[in-house]
């Protein structure tokens, strides 16, 4: 890690006015991730500001019968607010899916949209990586590539979003507002997180100088019928190979709505709209849900080690749907698949 | 709107004076002053400022859990908790459980349950536990197992360990939130 120089926010104003004084700095918050970056020489930034006195810690119902969440509530304490448990289960069960209880209790809501790849080459600072270094090429396209990316790769990068959170949001529709020096913006939760293309160094549409305020939900929570299922390589502490969010909307036996998110499989949480119009109007039964799957696979492609993740994705999106359809979710603390 | 890294950009390889940040931490009951420069981890202000080494350096990055400290209550990693961060919190670590030399009753228990070979992660594991006992979720083994993954313990004593959380849980009871 190198030295940097420390300073402190007072308010949202003030984050972005200091952002803008000093481009080489950086926001921190819980800093669970960027510290980790700072100690491999990932990330090297000349000055930290500190927003964690900002006052954007509080869950709050909103007007239109949504719930609006500040930047800096924990990842802990939103998992288990009465509120998200109650209404918004996916995101409780998504959240709890991972990392461990300490991080989760430092973790903040924004920074968990804005944690980087885990890839091990944009780690490995002796390795060439277009997102760490822009133009130095990739090495995971021909490396070890277990746990990157088969939807939306480039020929630039190869790596996934890490977060769990994510994909559940993703699933919700969640907004994100962000304030910045033009004042604040609403930004679709589809549209935060972006595809590599060739600049695989930029993760997300948010500027370097605007800051994230808070996320909020839509009142559709699908409380009823959902599931968050994670596969991984360990059955706990451990980073999504394939991860699922399911939530239906269904009338008797017959799907009115479908949403359906996967994380562990691309550069952001991947939807596909199709594959949940597929859905629409049809029993909830293993043929619209396979059908669903053949649909947001269609594009799949392997690279040497993770074509397995294929057909894991396919039975894992089949099974996610069933857990969500017979309102079984997936409990985290059980490492028993329903 | 792409950004170079910064690391493409002309700069200094470091900043040549350290400027050091007084803080004050309120550590097991006790108020501690002292400067720190603003990478200091509060690991590393714990273990080397204040000789209170019972809190482990295990990875340094988040993955093992042996440094694991309790800041108002909540278990945290501290090595990845920068010191200059948590000016006026009050810190417990595994020093601050027992009390007027009686052992903690997660101490306690894990003596009785032999759950730890070397002994290297127990003083992390210890304040997860009380961090876990003190949030209230864990009820079961199966949920106590889930929600103390984020502590490594490469001896395996995971089987020892998680009997002595129970028998410190029925001991304290639920919600309990004295360490």
Redesign the interface.
Known sequence: MINFEYARATDVADAIRQIAADPEAKFIAGGTNLIDLMKYDVERPLRLIDITHLPLKTVEETANGGVRIGALVPNSDLAYHPLIEKRYPLLSSAILAGASQQLRNMASTGGNLLQRTRCFYFYDVATPCNKREPGSGCSARDGINRINAILGTSEACIATHPSDMCVALAALEAKVHVAGPAGERTIAFADFHRLPGNTPEVDTNLKPNEIITAIELPAQGFAANYSYLKIRDRLSYAFALVSVAAALELEGNRITEARLALGGVAHKPWRNLEAELAMRGKPADAPAFAEAAAVLLRDAKGFAHNAFKIDLARRAIVRTLRQAANGTPQIQSSKKIR | ?????????S??????V??A?LVTLYVNGEQRKLAV???T?LLDALRDRLQLTGTKKGC???QC?AC?VLIEG????SC???A??KDGAKVTTIEGLAIDGSLHPLQQAFIDHDAFQCGYCTPGQIC?AA??IA?G?AR?A??I???????ICRCGAYSNIVPAIQQAMGAMGPNHDQF
């Not at chain 2, 709107?1 to 950009?9: E, H, V």
């Not at chain 2, 700069?11 to 040549?16: G, H, K, N």
């Open positions: 709107m792409a950004t170079p890294p910064s690391r493409l950009r700069r200094p390889e470091t900043l040549s350290p400027p940040i420069s603003p990478w981890t340094d990055h988040g859990g694991t909540r278990r945290v990693n990845l908790t920068l200059v961060m997860s961090g876990l949030e979720k079961t199966d949920e197992r889930e929600l103390m993954s984020g502590n």
